[in-house]
Every structure is written in C-alpha cells, then in structure tokens.
Nanobody, 115 residues
Framework: QVQLLESGGGWVQPGGSLRLSCAAS????????MGWYRQGPGKQRELVAA???????NYVDSVKGRFTISRDNAKNTLYLQMNSLKPADTAVYYC?????????WGQGTQVTVSS
C-alpha cells in the first residue's frame, strides 16, 4: 500500500510561484512513475507533469517552461515547482504514483491564482 500526502498549495497572485510537495510512504517510490494531475472548477482531471523512475519528464503544453517536476528518491518525495502562475492554473493538484498496473492518489491540495 502506498500513501501520498500533498502540501504546498495556497493562494498566489498571477505571476507568482508555489512549490508543491508529495511525501510518499511505502517502498515503491523510487520505482514508480510519479505524476502531478490537476482538476479545475468544472473541468476534467488532467495530467500536468510526470517523471519516470529514471528521471525522464514530460509536461502538458500549457505549463511547459513554467513548471518543473522533480523527485528525491532518498526522501520519497515528489515536487512541482510552479512559476509564472496564471489564473488558469487554479485547480486542485493531485499527486499520483503508478507502479505495475496499480495507481495511487493523494487527497489533493488547492492552488488558487487570483488578484
């Protein structure tokens, strides 16, 4: 069983930055594909960024150049550095771990970008 706990969300003005963290329990973290998803008001959940166990990354086009996903396998922690935030980035952000066909989710953290 894997438990994921997100933190770091909050309110920020447009152009600001936030850093999300996801602390994982269990022993699979270093082997799992980790991702950040988000679900905005009235929208479907979408993949924002993902990182493989080997460190390969990919991003949805709307965040390329602004967001950076990273992982610290020694600390069992996933990060999402978000810069130049826009109101369109407002959403609940979820951490996901995918390993051998099983998918695990955190409870989510709210990010609100407004003036």
């Amino acid at each position: 069983q894997v438990q994921l706990l997100e933190s770091g969300g909050g309110w920020v003005q447009p152009g600001g930055s936030l850093r999300l963290s996801c602390a994982a329990s269990g022993t699979i973290f270093s082997f799992a594909v980790m991702g950040w998803y988000r679900q905005g008001p009235g929208k479907q959940r979408e993949l924002v960024a993902a990182i493989s166990s080997g460190g390969n990354t990919n991003y949805v086009d709307s965040v390329k150049g602004r967001f950076t996903i990273s992982r610290d396998n020694a600390k069992n922690t996933l990060y999402l550095q978000m810069n130049s935030l826009k109101p369109a980035d407002t959403a609940v952000y979820y951490c996901n771990a995918y390993y051998r066909g099983d998918s695990y989710w955190g409870q989510g953290t709210q990010v609100t970008v407004s003036s």
